[in-house]
């Protein structure tokens, strides 16, 4: 399976070369121009291989290397430079580095070395890819993202949607609220869409709503003034009932704040979902806000972020195989609600990974950090009850989503006219049997 390769050098039009050449041959890239910004998403982002310059101010390679080994001893790391001085190869020598290559490259040995340690997309995943994109596009709202979200999973057609729908407001405006249930990856679309908005990889500022809105004004300046920060800031509310608040903010700093034009402030709320949330939500923010569905209710983006976070726990526990679950793991994943949403996968994953030997990951690992059993079918009848089970999870989204009564649901999406109430839908039979057999 394709990995991803991570390219820093603090000369823009360099690093975006050798984006350009590898996504010309097929492998998957991620660019920074600081090494702060790197180790960020060094953090976030399970690589195969780091690229990177020597030559840098603030920190040189050397101590970007150093950085990154903390956090990943075994990474691969190639260091590209102009013309080095014996001391500071036997330096970056001593701190393993993998491979250093001289300035001007020479661009067919790079790709030979690249390819060691890194696998470019195969036919399959290119095809795949582009039928994704393909959907993803058919299903978005006239709307298309810049580039691939890096840090927001959106595989899953409701994370797509919630993604394309932030997107269409954050591009060209001023604030943009997100109904996040507790635990959810809200962060990760945010520092998405400050890229997209033309920050590249700066850091963008959270901070909660403080009681007097000249505080949070007084905040908001200090971070305009620091051009190394992000035009993006995210603040945190406590319930939609500060929601009035947040907009006077948003107003004052458009009357107070110099450069106030190029600010986007997305205001985040956590709260357990409920239809009486989710109705005074809306109400509360008509066309500036969006709904993060819960992580349960996007099974491909579980996968994703349990893998990426196993991948990341592994390589710093130096426990390579603790990277993967065994087939009772994968399926007690899909099979949990995960009421903590990305915050608990990130605890419960990270706790498998180091509770476990150097082994895949397993159901009983999974089991002991949860502190309950995850209940498992017989084999032949868990695809039926996993497809049973979103089932239920895409009925129960409709009826938030569109304010419908069970009977009103039933009746537009053409069910048994018997289906009159929450139970009866609950409790309907799989509407596509052939799908849990497969």
């Known amino acids: 399976m394709a990995g991803r390769i991570l390219v820093l050098d603090d000369e823009e039009n360099y690093a975006e070369m050798l984006q350009d050449l590898l996504r010309e041959n097929n492998y998957r890239v991620d660019m920074a121009t600081r090494p702060e910004r790197a180790i960020t998403q060094l953090e976030e982002i399970p690589y195969d291989l780091v690229i990177s310059d020597y030559k840098m101010p603030v920190m040189d390679g050397a101590d970007f290397l150093k950085k990154a080994r903390e956090l990943y001893p075994n990474l691969p790391f190639i260091l590209v430079s102009g013309l080095m001085n014996t001391p500071e190869l036997v330096k970056v020598a001593n701190m393993s580095v993998t491979l250093v290559m001289e300035k001007p490259l020479d661009t067919g040995a790079f790709l030979q070395h690249v390819a060691r340690f890194s696998d470019p997309m195969t036919d399959l995943e290119k095809e795949q890819c582009a039928q994704e994109g393909q959907a993803a596009a058919a299903e978005a709202i006239a709307l298309s993202f810049p580039e691939e979200p890096r840090f927001f999973s959106a595989s899953n057609f409701l994370a797509n949607r919630f993604l394309q729908s932030a997107w269409g407001i954050a591009k060209e405006g001023a604030e943009l609220y997100i109904l996040e249930p507790r635990g959810g990856d809200a962060e990760l679309a945010i520092k998405d869409l400050s890229r997209w908005r033309g920050n590249g990889d700066m850091p963008v500022d959270l901070f909660d709503l403080p009681l007097l809105v000249s505080e949070a004004v007084s905040k908001l300046r200090t971070v305009l003034s620091d051009f190394e920060k992000s035009r993006v800031v995210g603040v945190r509310l406590n319930s939609v009932d500060d929601m009035s608040r947040a907009h006077k903010l948003t107003e004052a700093a458009q009357r107070e704040v110099e450069g106030s034009e190029s600010l986007l402030i997305i205001y985040i709320v956590s709260e357990d979902t409920t239809e009486t949330i989710r109705t005074a939500f809306e109400d509360a923010t008509g066309e500036a806000g969006v709904v993060l569905p819960s992580i349960s209710l996007r099974p491909s983006d579980l996968a994703v972020y349990a893998r990426r976070v196993a991948r990341i726990a592994a390589e710093r526990a130096g426990r390579s195989l603790c990277g993967e679950f065994t087939p009772e793991a994968v399926y007690g994943l899909l099979s949990y609600e995960w ?100």
Do not use: F
């Not at 990951?361 to 049973?388: D, Q």
């Not at 419908?404 to 009866?424: F, G, N, W």
């Open 339 to 438: 009421p903590g949403n990305y915050k608990q996968i990130q605890e419960v994953v990270n706790g498998a990974v180091h509770t476990s030997a150097d082994e895949s990951i397993t159901l009983e690992a999974l089991n002991e950090v949860i502190g309950a059993p995850i209940t498992l079918v017989p084999a032949e009848a868990r695809m039926h009850t996993l497809m049973k089970a979103e089932q239920q999870r895409y009925l129960q989204e409709q009826l938030l989503q569109g304010g419908l009564t069970a009977a009103e649901l039933a009746k537009k999406l053409e069910l048994d006219p018997s289906v009159q109430t929450k139970a009866d839908l609950k409790n309907m039979p799989l509407l596509r049997e052939e799908l849990g057999r497969i």
